[in-house]
């Protein structure tokens, strides 16, 4: 069985660029969430995607996008960065359709914003 | 939205000790999960435990939904337990997708 996988695991940008963060989820799961931790929080759900189309959104800004794709994988992008969106973005597979089951988590993009 | 308190927010013990992580919720739950965040910022999943208990080697879990609590029980500490340990809720009245929302964490070192 295949877990969680995301990439790339760092990445430095400067403000005002964009950024492409990718997902595959564990092997059996259809559902992918996306979750930002900033240092010394708790992490804050992004979204959710579930058969191809966002079904859960948190208090972030449409400059937050996503996608999933047919083999479950997702990426999250981020337009217009700001200083502070530099975190840790976690993303979650599960099989909980249009609800929020037993999430697993991936080791996480560190994102730097200059 | 629902809150999650934590608590101790930092915990020290030394190596063989047990230790309790509460987790206090503010409105009904249907999921909740505890998580282990290891030096590299991984989450681990440990329980998936809306209510009941439950064990897994030197941990254990208990969650009494009608009180909205959860306790994360670890025994016999070792170093390799240290990091920071997560509890996240969804609650009912959320409805639909509104994701897990997460605790500010327990910081527990483990000393040799």
């Known amino acids: 069985e295949t877990g969680v996988t995301q990439s790339p695991t760092h990445l430095i940008k400067t403000r005002g660029q964009q950024v492409t963060l990718r997902c595959s989820s564990q092997s059996g799961h259809n559902t992918v969430s996306w979750y930002q931790q900033a240092l010394g929080q708790g992490p804050q759900f992004i979204f959710q995607?579930?058969?191809?189309?966002?079904?859960g959104r948190g208090n972030f800004p449409p400059r937050f996008s996503g996608l999933q794709f047919p083999n479950y994988s997702s990426e999250l992008n981020v337009n217009a960065l700001e200083l502070d969106d530099s975190a840790l973005y976690l993303c979650?597979?599960?099989?909980?359709?249009?609800?929020?089951?037993?999430?697993?988590f991936g080791e996480g993009s560190r994102l730097t914003v200059l | 939205g629902i809150q999650v308190e934590q608590s101790p927010p930092d915990l020290i013990l030394q190596e063989g000790a047990n230790s309790t992580l509460r987790c206090n919720f503010s409105d009904s739950v249907n999921n909740l999960q505890w998580f282990h965040q290891n030096p590299w910022g991984q989450l681990i999943n440990l329980f998936y435990?809306?209510?009941g208990t439950k064990q897994n080697g030197r941990l254990s879990a208990t969650t009494v939904a009608t009180e909205r609590y959860s306790l994360l029980y670890i025994s016999s500490s070792q170093t390799t337990d240290s990091g920071v340990y997560f509890c996240?809720?969804?609650?009912?009245?959320?409805?639909?997708?509104?994701?897990?929302?997460f605790g500010k964490g327990t910081h527990l070192i483990i000393q040799p």
């Open positions: 435990i809306p209510s």
């Open positions: 995607y579930y058969r191809e189309e966002e079904n």
């Open positions: 979650a597979s599960s099989l909980a359709g249009m609800g929020v089951g037993e999430l697993f």
């Open positions: 996240a809720v969804v609650s009912y009245s959320g409805g639909g997708a509104d994701g897990l929302t």
